[in-house]
């Protein structure tokens, strides 16, 4: 398969890492957003989290925050982190392969997410109980 990411987990190209144990890797984003900028990622390729075996969904938080916290605790400058999934192509996602951001951020960094016109409106209200009835019968 031609996946970037599935060439890093079986060696075939470099990656910085940072952890590694059976079911994952993490590793440097090549294009750090801010300094310590850090990929984890499931070994077993699956584009989508819906994709993903159970157990390794119940162990990529756990390994996120410890990830997370030894970012912290490096000295790298971290007043606070982005955990982040682009879960789709429309959601931003550039790599098909399922992979959660770690981004220490800390005050006027320059990491913004833009909002869509709309946000805030004062009439979401009236809007939310109606969709919220639609995701619960959907489960
Ligand atoms: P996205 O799919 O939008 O969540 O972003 C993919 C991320 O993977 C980007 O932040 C890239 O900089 C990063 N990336 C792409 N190729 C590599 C690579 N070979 N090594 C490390 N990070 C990479």
């Given at each position: 398969m031609d996946c970037i990411f599935c060439k890093i987990v079986k060696g075939e190209i470099p990656c910085y890492k940072v952890y590694e144990d059976e079911d994952f890797i993490a590793f440097m984003d090549?294009?750090?957003i801010n300094n310590g900028h850090v990929l984890v990622i499931p070994k077993k390729?699956?584009?989508l989290?819906?994709?993903?075996d159970k157990n390794i969904l119940s162990k990529i938080m756990p390994l996120a925050?410890?990830?997370g916290s030894a970012i912290r605790k490096s000295g790298i400058k971290c007043e606070g982190m982005n955990f982040e999934i682009f879960d789709g192509k429309t959601a931003g996602q550039e790599v098909p392969h399922v992979h959660l951001h770690l981004?220490?951020?800390f005050s006027e960094d320059g990491y913004e997410h833009k909002y869509p016109a709309?946000?805030?409106?004062?009439?979401?209200?009236?809007?939310l109980e109606k969709i919220a009835e639609q995701i619960r019968i959907a489960f």
């Amino acid at each position: 398969m031609d996946c970037i990411f599935c060439k890093i987990v079986k060696g075939e190209i470099p990656c910085y890492k940072v952890y590694e144990d059976e079911d994952f890797i993490a590793f440097m984003d090549i294009n750090p957003i801010n300094n310590g900028h850090v990929l984890v990622i499931p070994k077993k390729h699956s584009e989508l989290v819906s994709g993903l075996d159970k157990n390794i969904l119940s162990k990529i938080m756990p390994l996120a925050e410890k990830i997370g916290s030894a970012i912290r605790k490096s000295g790298i400058k971290c007043e606070g982190m982005n955990f982040e999934i682009f879960d789709g192509k429309t959601a931003g996602q550039e790599v098909p392969h399922v992979h959660l951001h770690l981004i220490p951020r800390f005050s006027e960094d320059g990491y913004e997410h833009k909002y869509p016109a709309g946000y805030c409106d004062p009439n979401t209200r009236e809007r939310l109980e109606k969709i919220a009835e639609q995701i619960r019968i959907a489960f």
